[in-house]
């Protein structure tokens, strides 16, 4: 995925690192045992359209590659696009990623039921 605006690209990549990272910051331990909670967390802030996790995910997604994306980047990215078509693209991309891809599928299909 990249983003684009002012004649700047970014990629961003929802690979085994992304997943790393992801499940760092939302794993909770529960009777010793570590609970990896990343794709699911972020996948229900997404889909409740919350625009700090949309730019937490797009920071990660970016971490590895350059140039590295910036908050700023990403509050004028907004202001000029909008968020809408934001959120349906990375969730699109972590649907497509073999590391995030069922787990969002299936977290799809429980928020229509």
């Known amino acids: 995925m990249e983003l684009m605006?002012?004649?700047k690209t970014f990629a961003c990549?929802?690979?085994y690192g992304f997943l790393k990272e992801i499940n760092k910051r939302y794993s909770v331990e529960r009777g010793g045992m570590q609970l990896k909670l990343g794709v699911g967390a972020i996948v229900s802030n997404l889909l409740l359209?919350?625009?700090d996790t949309l730019f937490e995910v797009l920071l990660i997604a970016n971490m590895t590659e350059k140039p590295r994306m910036t908050v700023k980047f990403l509050e004028d990215y907004v202001e000029q696009n909008?968020?809408?078509s934001l959120f349906e693209e990375v969730i699109d991309e972590l649907k497509k990623s073999e590391y995030t891809g069922v787990m969002t599928s299936k977290m799809l299909e429980e928020a229509q039921a």
């Open 5 to 7: 605006m002012n004649e």
């Open 13 to 15: 990549k929802f690979g």
């Open 49 to 51: 359209s919350d625009v």
């Open 82 to 84: 909008g968020t809408k």
